[in-house]
């Protein structure tokens, strides 16, 4: 079939479906099972399917009584937390829209967003939260509730109920208010990062999120029911809402959430995921961490090494479908326990699948997980697109981000921009006609601002947002995000930014890792424990230097990194230099290291 045939069929086959209506599935066969699962104090708690569906609908007879109901809008501002889940299924059980924002937000991006998708309630995490909303309160006219889920001290104003308090009331009928959302209400609004200009609202139906999910089931077969997941991302991210809320709800997955991203390694340990999805930073800490520790015993690295090796050529062979010779095959069930033991520390033993998005992931750490045997390959796609567009899970190829899921299609503007076609393709943006109208061409395709090449197998290869490719003064163009990638694969590198837009040359400011830079310096028995004391160490400088050598050695000599600075200290996501899910904010970089990059310049 045609990606167009199959599409045809994908939507024919969801017909009128919605969230609430996946959802509703799942409360019917797994009534009695663990839905979502989470710690307080030292124990862990769980709702079953059938327990969040009722406080789902207590909180959708709240917002009744709030005359809240179908078109109307909510925001939450709430780290992950089953009061997340089961807020966002109450809006959908009488027709509205629920909306996450960053828990970052500053009170006038609080202003601007509440404000611009006109909500009419507000539930946030805690005082700290209600604070920041508070200070803008008056400037929203059309928000009439604001509801917190934490106030042990009773410091909240008088108006402004405890979430506990909203799940009171009797529950509306369930089987009622799955019937209300259609296919073509909105399911959520996705708020871009705003790092070009003002955040726009993604618009993203029921029928997008269930076409995604089915597509999804066409690539994955039915093999993912019942799983067990960590929620830990933004749910602002679209990543994360299709990871940690839609998939989960569609195929009956285990959630367990995870308010404190830093905290995710343990997590890990204690769910022991089936699936489990991070971005490229995320992967490298942990990889990072895994490595210092094997490193920290040169015995136990050598042993495993040879496992790795192997690791890696049958993760290979099995990605291009070739057959695996028998003294290979014969020794893969030597090495099986060395690489899954290595997994367990981190609780990814068990995991059937995981995936890497968002931004570009290093090759060496990405070798490094396929050689532990761990089942990664990467994804790509946008808010726009529901999510993924392209993905494989048995045919990876380093370096390209997949082909084109089911029912997808992808092609190449004359200038190299990617265009997407596919049932996942968002509504437009809210209240932005004349922002829809310049990504949304005849036929409708979507133009995605990436820019990307397509091999003959239809796997597609990124390059670099369309924005935010680097022109040299000698005209040259260059992908910064190329060049990160391949800094960042330097041992002691955590995180890269390259410079160099109307100038001579390129530079880069290269981020030392925390974890990698203290197990380095221990074994070359340098005394220095601090990262800003270790950047300025002839020693480490002198292990910067080779390695970018070595990645220049990639890259044409227009192309090459002719100075850089090792900075030590940590860039943080949530920051200005980091988004919430560890993309580079790189106006937010220029700014505030203007005097690093001018000394890179100074003689030029």
């Given at each position: 079939m045609t990606p167009a045939q199959v599409r045809a069929d994908i939507l024919e086959e969801i017909g009128s479906l919605t969230v609430p209506k996946l959802f509703a599935q799942q409360v019917a066969i797994r009534s009695d099972v663990a839905a979502l699962k989470w710690k307080s104090e030292e124990s862990w708690s769980t709702l079953t399917w059938s327990q969040w569906a009722d406080r789902a609908c207590r909180f959708a007879a709240s917002l009744r009584s709030m005359d809240i109901g179908p078109g109307d809008r909510i925001v939450l501002m709430l780290r992950n937390r089953p009061e997340c889940n089961i807020a966002d299924m109450g809006a959908l059980l009488v027709g509205a829209t629920p909306i996450s924002?960053?828990?970052?937000?500053?009170?006038?991006?609080?202003?601007?967003?509440?404000?611009?998708?006109?909500?009419?309630?507000?539930?946030?995490?805690?005082?700290?939260?209600?604070?920041?909303?508070?200070?803008?309160?008056?400037?929203?006219?059309?928000?009439?509730?604001?509801?917190?889920?934490?106030?042990?001290?009773?410091?909240?104003?008088?108006?402004?109920?405890?979430?506990?308090n909203l799940l009171e009331p009797d529950p509306v009928d369930f089987s009622a208010a799955v019937e209300i959302a259609n296919p073509d209400d909105l399911a959520t609004v996705i708020y871009t990062s705003g790092t070009t200009g003002p955040p726009k609202g993604v618009m993203i139906d029921h029928r997008n999120v269930?076409?995604?999910?089915?597509?999804?089931?066409?690539?994955?077969?039915?093999?993912?029911?019942?799983?067990?997941?960590?929620?830990?991302?933004?749910?602002?991210?679209?990543?994360?809402?299709?990871?940690?809320?839609?998939?989960?709800?569609?195929?009956?997955?285990?959630?367990?959430?995870?308010?404190?991203?830093?905290?995710?390694?343990?997590?890990?340990?204690?769910?022991?995921?089936?699936?489990?999805?991070?971005?490229?930073?995320?992967?490298?800490?942990?990889?990072?961490?895994?490595?210092?520790?094997?490193?920290?015993?040169?015995?136990?690295?050598?042993?495993?090494?040879?496992?790795?090796?192997?690791g890696w050529q049958l993760s290979e062979l099995s990605a291009r479908g070739q057959p695996v010779p028998p003294p290979l095959s014969e020794a893969v069930p030597k090495v099986q326990p060395a690489l899954q033991a290595v997994l367990s520390k981190l609780g990814l033993d068990m995991c059937k699948f995981a995936g890497t998005g968002a931004a570009p992931i290093p090759f060496d750490v990405l070798k490094f997980w396929r050689s532990l045997l761990l089942p990664i390959t990467e994804v790509w796609g946008l808010s726009e697109t529901t999510g993924g567009a392209t993905w494989t899970r048995d045919r990876?190829?380093?370096?390209?981000?997949?082909?084109?899921?089911?029912?997808?299609?992808?092609?190449?503007?004359?200038?190299?921009?990617?265009?997407?076609?596919?049932?996942?393709?968002?509504?437009?943006?809210?209240?932005?006609?004349?922002?829809?109208?310049?990504?949304?061409?005849?036929?409708?395709?979507?133009?995605?601002?990436?820019?990307?090449?397509?091999?003959?197998?239809?796997?597609?290869?990124?390059?670099?947002?369309?924005?935010?490719?680097i022109i040299t003064s000698g005209g040259k163009n260059v992908s910064p995000a190329n060049l990160e990638a391949k800094l960042k694969e330097i041992p002691l590198i955590g995180q890269a930014c390259v410079v160099g837009d109307g100038r001579k040359y390129l530079s880069a400011l290269l981020v030392l890792d925390p974890d990698a830079t203290s197990a380095w310096a221990k074994q070359h028995g340098i005394e220095a424990t601090h990262l800003a004391?270790?950047?300025?160490?002839?020693?480490?400088?002198?292990?910067?230097?080779?390695?970018?050598?070595?990645?220049?050695?990639?890259?044409?000599?227009?192309?090459?990194?002719?100075?850089?600075?090792?900075?030590?200290?940590?860039?943080?996501?949530?920051?200005?230099?980091?988004?919430?899910?560890?993309?580079?904010?790189?106006?937010g970089v220029l700014r505030h290291y203007e005097h690093v990059i001018e000394a890179l310049y100074a003689d030029a």
């Open positions: 924002i960053y828990n970052s937000s500053a009170p006038d991006q609080i202003e601007f967003l509440i404000g611009h998708c006109e909500a009419k309630l507000a539930v946030v995490d805690d005082i700290e939260f209600l604070g920041r909303l508070m200070q803008v309160r008056d400037d929203l006219p059309r928000l009439t509730h604001v509801a917190v889920v934490d106030d042990p001290q009773s410091a909240r104003p008088a108006s402004v109920p405890l979430f506990s269930a076409f995604a999910v089915r597509s999804g089931d066409r690539l994955f077969g039915e093999g993912r029911k019942g799983w067990r997941e960590v929620s830990y991302l933004p749910m602002a991210h679209i990543a994360e809402r299709m990871t940690g809320y839609y998939l989960p709800i569609a195929n009956g997955w285990e959630v367990t959430t995870c308010p404190d991203p830093q905290q995710i390694a343990a997590y890990l340990v204690a769910v022991r995921p089936q699936f489990f999805f991070a971005v490229p930073r995320v992967w490298e800490k942990l990889a990072a961490a895994l490595q210092a520790g094997i490193a920290a015993q040169p015995e136990q690295a050598a042993q495993l090494q040879p496992a790795l090796d192997i990876p190829k380093i370096g390209t981000v997949g082909p084109a899921l089911p029912g997808v299609e992808i092609k190449l503007a004359d200038d190299g921009e990617v265009l997407v076609r596919g049932g996942n393709v968002f509504r437009g943006y809210l209240n932005a006609p004349e922002k829809t109208a310049e990504v949304m061409l005849p036929d409708d395709w979507f133009a995605t601002g990436d820019i990307g090449t397509i091999d003959d197998d239809g796997y597609l290869t990124i390059i670099d947002r369309k924005k935010e490719l004391d270790l950047a300025d160490h002839p020693d480490v400088r002198s292990a910067v230097d080779s390695g970018v050598a070595k990645a220049n050695a990639h890259f044409s000599q227009a192309e090459a990194i002719k100075r850089w600075a090792v900075l030590g200290e940590e860039w943080l996501p949530d920051s200005e230099v980091l988004t919430p899910t560890m993309k580079l904010k790189r106006r």
